[in-house]
């Protein structure tokens, strides 16, 4: 994160990060990827432990921000990592709050931190940016920028050009970045671990684009190869402010290509935010079919309804019967809106010798809170092994 | 001995081809846009045959192992009929920058028509501008008129004849031809064009620098082993393998290179099919894995 932040925006999330744990002061530091240290970005209060001021600028080492939580006893400080996506962008310092319990405070207090980091990500383009100066040879970011610069100028047909250009111009190999894309509008991530270098390229140009970006999103996607395809969908992701380019997303959902049905639907917020309901229950059991997460598609469990949940439960049957496997994340979604039967069938799942599918089962009965199921968890509680299972367990069973 | 195959039309063939092809030793295959045998009636219909040799087209070959690429032009043929040619020249600068576009092509003379001359000017033009390549194609009929026509035009827009390959030659073209610079491009056809021992007999008069030879296969009556079948010959014949490979390797891929998008890497790479689907489609039939 190496742009500018708005002083107001980081003060204020701090300041509610402050308040929710109850602290009487904290600060935020941004991490410098060149000189591995991170610098203050902003402070509330003072240290109590010393009442002397911030230092500026601490050392970044491997750990340094690492330590989630190194709970206090004699109000000692508190830090916690900043995660956009994946990836560790800094650290927020709490200096004496109130004790942070584990559970559901811990939750809230990384939740209070990753607001605070979307808050003060860097816009989508400069983002994009970066990611790319650091992978791509001078060369191809002098061009990327001259493309960047005639979009930004409105020129579509520059653009138009670029697009089918961007794999040979700048790679096609994954971007390997494990951060996201912050939308100021929308306070959502647009994670970019599943993206390519070609994929970047193309969604700086519509980002950059001065006129109607979502438009010619949707005519780049019509006239586009299968990876220009994929970069306009990803694109949608960033610049797609309303309905009307909903036709390339079901021309890709209609599609059996996997690499394009994962660009419009996985981190996909776009395709998430604007498909009408049974759309997007079909394109979630879809996903499930074709062996994609269906824990990569932005907002499922909010959009859960009872529908979706027995539309999984129903291919859940339809896969046991033939004798093949059921993908484990389903269970998580089917039980936002418990259908008749997933409660037993959870419970099964419980013994399930794969990890992932006890990890599945357990978090989804620990959503249901069915007190039938309890004397099946802590007969499993006492005999598993697994720590995260043990962890999801102990924390529904509390 | 591996062939690099650089003028079929493939969309127009079945699997069996792909696969021949492939046991006779071709790995890879370009595949220059043309017309269709019927003639189109709009620019749509241009659009999805783009769309087909640019993506389908490559994967299909994919499942036999082979390289695809493609040139992309509007046709010497096809460039006189005003329902569409303005429209085809206007969409062809976004299909030049497609990956696995390795030049401008086929361009030419059919009827040798002003509208010819004037499309085939343009797209030497557009050829410049995304810095490929050019393949012409020379008419059936009048065919030393249309290569002088051709090196003529060439000359008014000030085109790099090393740039060009000048395709369909014969006996009376070759000389034309052999000193401007272009690589020179031969059909070998069952019937007409050329064929084995003519084409040897060229090799052996001439030479071998900037010789290509294709089968040119396409719906009409053609046989896409035709490289494999002239190598044939020309061992028979004693022309020395070094030789031979210039011819059906060398040539063509130090040609379609210049286009600075052949990946020679990729092409000493084998193609592993990777059984996926293109856009919803498989040509794999009975069971998969």
């Known amino acids: ?398 | 001995m591996r062939m690099f195959e650089p003028h079929a039309h493939m969309l127009s063939r079945v699997t069996d081809d792909y696969e021949q092809m492939a046991l006779a030793g071709i790995v890879a295959v370009l595949e220059p846009a043309f017309w269709l045998g019927q003639p189109r009636t709009s620019v749509g219909s241009f659009v999805d045959y783009f769309d087909a040799i640019i993506g389908w087209e490559r994967f299909r070959a994919e499942q036999f192992g082979m390289r695809h690429y493609c040139t992309i032009s509007l046709n010497p043929k096809e460039a006189n009929d005003d329902r569409f040619n303005e429209d085809v020249l206007r969409l062809l600068p976004r299909y030049l920058e497609k990956d696995g576009v390795l030049g401008v092509g086929e361009i030419g003379f059919d009827d040798i028509t002003p509208r010819e001359e004037r499309f085939l000017a343009a797209q030497l033009e557009l050829a410049r501008a995304h810095d490929l390549p050019a393949l012409v194609h020379t008419p059936h009929r009048d065919k030393v008129r249309g290569v002088e026509r051709t090196l003529a035009i060439m000359r008014e827009v000030n085109f790099p004849p090393e740039r060009v390959l000048i395709d369909h030659n014969t006996e009376q073209t070759v000389p034309l031809v052999i000193d401007t610079g272009c690589t020179m491009g031969f059909s070998i056809y069952p019937d007409t064009k050329m064929d084995e021992p003519r084409m040897v007999e060229i090799l052996k008069t001439w030479g071998t620098d900037r010789m290509v030879i294709n089968s040119a296969a396409d719906w009409g009556k053609s046989d896409p082993l035709k490289i494999p079948k002239t190598v044939n010959l020309m061992r028979q014949k004693g022309m020395p393998e070094h030789e031979i490979e210039k011819v059906v390797w060398h040539n063509p891929v130090s040609f379609y290179a210049k286009s600075g998008r052949l990946d020679l890497r990729e092409l000493d790479t084998p193609v592993t099919p990777s059984g996926q689907l293109f856009q919803g489609n498989s040509i794999l039939r009975g069971p998969r894995a």
């Open chain 1, 1 to 398: 994160m190496t742009t500018t932040v708005t002083q107001t925006s980081c003060d204020q999330a701090l300041k509610k990060l402050i308040d929710t744990v109850g602290a009487t002061g904290g600060a935020v530091y941004l991490g410098d990827r060149e000189r591995s240290v991170l610098k203050l970005a902003a402070a509330v209060g003072q240290r109590v432990a010393n009442d002397a001021s911030w230092p500026t600028e601490m050392s970044w080492g491997k750990d340094a921000a690492k330590r989630l939580i190194e709970v206090e006893r004699d109000r000692a400080p508190l830090t916690v990592p900043l995660l956009l996506g994946e990836e560790e962008v800094g650290a927020v310092i709490v200096s004496g709050g109130r004790h942070v319990a584990r559970g559901t405070e811990t939750e809230e207090l990384s939740n209070e931190c990753r607001a605070l980091a979307r808050a003060l990500a860097p816009e989508p383009l400069p983002a994009l940016e970066d990611e790319l100066r650091r992978r791509i040879p001078a060369g191809a970011c002098e061009w990327l920028k001259a493309v960047i610069a005639a979009a930004a100028r409105g020129d579509r047909d520059a653009v138009m050009t670029a697009f089918p250009a961007m794999g040979r111009r700048v790679g096609r190999e994954p971007l390997g970045s494990q951060s996201a894309l912050v939308r100021r509008d929308g306070d959502v991530e647009i994670y970019l671990r599943a993206w390519r270098l070609d994929d970047a390229g193309r969604v700086a140009l519509l980002c950059a684009f001065a006129g109607d970006a979502e438009a010619l999103a949707r005519e780049l996607y019509f006239s586009g190869d299968l990876r220009e395809r994929c970069g306009a969908l990803r694109g949608l992701a960033v610049v797609g402010r309303t309905a009307s380019a909903l036709d390339p997303v079901r021309d890709a959902i209609r599609s059996s290509a996997a690499e394009l049905f994962e660009a419009a639907l996985a981190e996909n917020p776009y395709a998430s935010r604007f498909l009408p309901d049974d759309e997007f229950r079909h394109a979630v059991l879809k996903a499930a079919f074709v062996g994609i997460s269906i824990a990569r598609v932005p907002g499922v469990e909010s959009r859960a309804d009872a529908e979706l949940s027995r539309m999984l439960l129903s291919y859940v049957t339809e896969r046991e019967v033939a004798g093949r496997s059921v993908p484990p994340d389903v269970w998580p979604v089917a039980a936002m809106h418990p259908t008749a039967g997933l409660v037993a069938k959870l419970c099964g799942y419980l013994e399930h010798p794969a990890t992932n599918h006890r990890i599945g089962a357990a978090q989804a009965l620990g959503r249901i809170g069915d007190r039938h199921a309890r004397p099946f968890m802590s007969d499993r509680l006492a005999r598993e092994d697994d720590r995260t299972v043990r962890r999801i367990l102990e924390r529904a069973l509390a």
